[in-house]
């Protein structure tokens, strides 16, 4: 009969994986001191753990590396040390919601008839002091912080955004509308992003909604410097979202002057336009005070849908607002991949009619963690950045934008950018900045000119006169 494989031992192995949301590899869990396995003993514990469905293989040979399955529990993963009072208990299943959660998933998912209206509740957000409450516990915003950080803290607001800004257009776009009920595709809506080619059958407000995520999120990358929780940013980021979405145009970026209602629910948001204000500026100075950048995501995206500020479009705000922290910190931003749309809608309806937080709190952390793990796996296949280009990068892209609005031919921009660069650069860095230009010139097509800030009908202009 065989061995029996302690449960503490698969328990330690699991909680290890999580710490890589990329995967990790038989070496990189050799090298934990919580392992203290031979690699035989550790391969049979990984195999059994596969064999559970606890563990998911990926690659073959040296190149294997070993991933949490969709379905784990992001709170397990995260857990540094046993729950204390404070803080929920979580189980090391396959079930990823803890305890508090499930109670809130079920409440909300009695009959409309079932549960007893209720209206916008002031003391929820008044009685939240920041850095002194907080919805996230220290060891939660702790791991967080360990998943979230790629090493360029110190660079330029929005440098990794930018980084991953290809692939985060296409993602952020399609997960946030999905949320919504939107029908387009994860391949429909990259070729919307990137080539503007609308998908058959889909009616023109689904394609209106991903056009205006690609837009925002830009916003967020060209001004990443500058974004924050103010009115400029937040009403802006609406206008952005809603345009030529809303009946009556002028509502885009201005909060509502009128009653609204939300379906599914029996919550009833705040109507008078006075009060609706005061709460408004309240959540953003208190989103401003907090100083750790996950809680200032979390608390944006639990008390901006609970406001309803604006006449619609208020969750897709509070999702792309919640990037704002993540952004300006350079963090790994946050792409709601994987995230089923009851489970979103139930966390949210948890807020609306109890003011609890902790079914959207776990689907925040899991959406959290599934986001780490893909930007990580992305950032991997590009490599580390160049220094001189990220030095550079705000010269470089305001050269390559003035050549393609300037509709300059080859040789035109090569004689261009050599009598500019010399004016505005050191006599070391202008045959390096030269050659970066060009490269970066001859690199252009109509799915990366977003990180120029440009738009479709600039760079066809450009492409006629270019040869």
Not at 174 to 180: F, I, V
Not at 356 to 361: D, K, N, T, V
């Amino acid at each position: 009969m065989p061995l029996q494989i302690p449960q503490e031992d698969l328990d330690s192995i699991v909680l290890a994986v999580g710490q890589h949301p990329s995967g990790a590899s038989i070496s990189e869990l050799l090298k934990r001191p919580e392992l203290d396995f031979t690699k035989r003993t550790l391969q049979r514990r990984l195999n059994q753990l596969i064999d559970e469905g606890n563990l998911v293989p990926e690659g073959e040979g040296r190149g294997r590396r070993y991933l949490l399955p969709v379905k784990t529990s992001a709170e397990t993963i995260l857990r540094e040390t046993p729950p204390c009072k404070e803080d929920p208990s979580y189980k090391t299943d396959s079930d990823w919601l803890s305890p508090a959660a499930k109670e809130v998933r079920d409440s909300v998912n009695r009959s409309i008839g079932a549960r007893t209206p209720v209206g916008y509740q002031t003391d929820f957000l008044e009685c939240y002091q920041p850095n002194t409450d907080a919805y996230l516990s220290p060891q939660l915003r702790r791991r967080l912080l360990e998943m979230g950080q790629v090493g360029i803290s110190d660079l330029p607001a929005g440098t990794y955004l930018r980084q991953v800004m290809h692939r985060l257009l296409i993602d952020l776009s399609w997960n946030s509308s999905r949320l919504e009920g939107n029908t387009y595709s994860l391949l429909e809506t990259q070729c919307l992003v990137e080539h503007g080619e609308n998908a058959n059958g889909k009616n023109a407000e689904e394609t209106q909604m991903i056009l205006n995520h690609k837009a925002a999120i830009e916003m967020l990358a060209d001004q990443a410097e500058e974004i924050g929780f103010n009115r400029y940013t937040v009403c802006n980021l609406h206008a952005l979202l809603a345009d030529n979405l809303l009946t009556n145009p002028a509502a885009c970026g201005r909060l509502r002057s009128l009653g609204v209602g939300i379906g599914g629910t029996v919550y009833h948001p705040l109507a008078v336009p006075q009060a609706i204000e005061e709460q408004f500026i309240q959540i953003l100075d208190k989103a401003e005070a907090i100083e750790d950048p996950f809680e200032q995501a979390f608390f944006v995206m639990v008390h901006l849908p609970y406001l309803q500020p604006f006449e619609d479009v208020n969750k897709r705000v509070s999702r792309l607002a919640a990037n704002i922290p993540l952004v300006k910190h350079n963090l790994c931003p946050l792409s709601f991949i994987d995230v089923a749309q009851e489970d979103y809608i139930g966390g949210l309806i948890g807020i609306y009619e109890q003011n609890r937080i902790e079914y959207l709190r776990d689907v925040f952390v899991w959406a959290y963690q599934r986001s780490c793990a893909h930007y990580s796996a992305i950032r991997q296949s590009l490599g580390e950045p160049d220094p001189f280009r990220l030095r550079h990068r705000t010269l470089i892209g305001q050269f390559v934008r003035d050549i393609v609005q300037g509709n300059m031919d080859k040789k035109a921009a090569k004689q261009w950018t050599e009598a500019q660069a010399i004016k505005r650069l050191p006599k070391e860095a202008c045959a390096k900045f030269i050659e970066v230009i060009e490269v970066e010139i001859n690199s252009l097509h109509i799915g990366n000119i977003a990180r120029y800030r440009l738009r479709p009908k600039e760079f066809e202009a450009w492409l006629m006169e270019r040869d």
